[in-house]
């Protein structure tokens, strides 16, 4: 339902913008979170933000060199990564709470955890 994309190989301190679209699915009525898989470690909340933009969430390890943003129109939510560390490499996935079963915060914070499907997602590798 969701398409992730933007991810790439960068070096420490690079940036990328990360884009989540729906495919045949409107983004714009729902809460929407980035989240991200580390080789060998479990799933992470990186990101949130509510369906008008005026809600978002960040983890402490993102907050100050990560944006995220959303553009209706276009049917797209955004993630701008800057001052890449090698710690932010992972498989990149957005997700829709599609369900409105949690405010943003909860999502970001563990509604994510029961979601049961999640697309393919961007690979971020950050590496010189």
């Known amino acids: 339902q969701v398409v992730e994309s933007g991810g790439g190989l960068v070096q420490p301190g690079g940036s990328l913008r990360l884009s989540c679209t729906g495919s045949?699915?409107?983004?714009?009525?729902?809460?929407i979170g980035w989240f991200r898989q580390a080789p060998g470690k479990e799933r992470e909340a990186v990101s949130c933000?509510?369906?008008?933009?005026?809600?978002?969430i960040y983890s402490d390890s993102v907050t100050g060199r990560f944006t995220i943003s959303r553009d209706n129109a276009r049917n797209t939510v955004y993630l701008q990564m800057n001052n890449l560390k090698p710690e932010d490499t992972g498989v990149y996935y957005c997700q829709a709470d599609s369900q409105d079963a949690y405010t943003v915060a909860a999502l970001c914070r563990w509604g994510y955890k029961y979601f049961g499907q999640w697309g393919q997602g961007t690979q971020v590798t950050v590496s010189s």
């Open positions: 933000i509510s369906p008008s933009g005026g809600g978002t």
């Open positions: 045949e699915f409107t983004l714009s009525a729902y809460d």
